[in-house]
């Protein structure tokens, strides 16, 4: 253990961030279902063979869930893998990265969505936030850097715009857009596709005012497609007619 927090401070002090509770690697001590997964994500990175990989948290873990049935039609065919954790905050993303998931794969491209659960439990400021997002960058550039990585902005959340936790975490993707080289690393924000024209949440896409439900990850796909066919080096999918 102080071997690990003394090879992420080094890491964080190399690439200019400071070491703070975001950006220093943490297990979930306790929760076997966590542990469970992460043994099984090392499993699949020892088998290879990933062209696409998602790394985020519950909005990317539940690919399995809610958003099944969009992941099947543009991303079954891709050799696709999804390393996301419900409840992961950027600390968690570093622990996995530094224990065995991921890192040592050679994926074309690596899906980022992190960051929501750092300022919604309060563990972090947007700013910490952005921090723990750059490291996992400068981890991913460092350890997998044949990957281009598709770094999206947080998806918004809070019903209406004035929500504190809507600019939370608004401001911390503002905080982490600047790691972005249009070329390595793309960012994208598509959060405007969940809001009215008011800047209400379609609640119809996040019923929750956080999580989208399969219509919402119909929405994800689709406004990240051609970015992702690009970075891919392969052709754009149409969504089906359905959902035109």
Do not use: C
């Not at 200019?16 to 001590?29: C, D, F, K, N, Y």
């Not at 350890?143 to 998806?155: D, G, R, T, Y």
């Not at 911390?172 to 598509?190: Q, T, Y």
Request: aromatic share 8%; no cysteine; hydrophobic share 40%.
């Amino acid at each position: 253990m102080f071997a690990e927090l003394a090879l992420a401070a080094a890491m964080t002090a190399s690439h200019g961030l400071t070491q703070h509770v975001a950006t220093t690697p943490a297990e979930r001590l306790g929760e076997q279902w966590w542990r469970e997964r992460h043994d099984q994500k090392v499993a699949v990175t020892k088998a290879g063979g990933v062209e696409l990989a998602f790394l985020g948290d519950s909005i990317t873990h539940s690919w399995e869930g809610g958003g099944k049935l969009v992941w099947d039609h543009y991303y079954g065919h891709r050799r696709a893998a999804d390393f996301g954790f419900s409840g992961d905050r950027t600390e968690h993303v570093l622990w996995r990265l530094a224990n065995g998931e991921l890192v040592g794969l050679s994926p074309k491209v690596i899906v980022i969505m992190i960051g929501t659960n750092n300022v919604g439990h309060g563990s972090s400021s947007p700013a910490q936030t952005a921090d723990g997002v750059r490291a996992i960058v400068a981890k991913l550039r460092s350890e997998v850097s044949s990957a281009k990585i598709l770094l999206l902005a947080v998806f918004p959340r809070g019903l209406e715009p004035g929500d504190p936790l809507r600019r939370a975490v608004a401001e911390a993707s503002e905080g982490f857009r600047s790691v972005a080289d249009g070329e390595n690393v793309v960012f994208l924000d598509i959060g405007k596709y969940f809001l009215r024209p008011s800047g209400e949440m379609r609640s119809l896409l996040m019923p929750d005012s956080l999580h989208p439900n399969e219509d919402g990850y119909w929405i994800w796909a689709r406004a990240m497609e051609q970015t992702l066919s690009k970075m891919l080096g392969d052709r754009p999918i149409e969504a089906p007619k359905l959902h035109d």
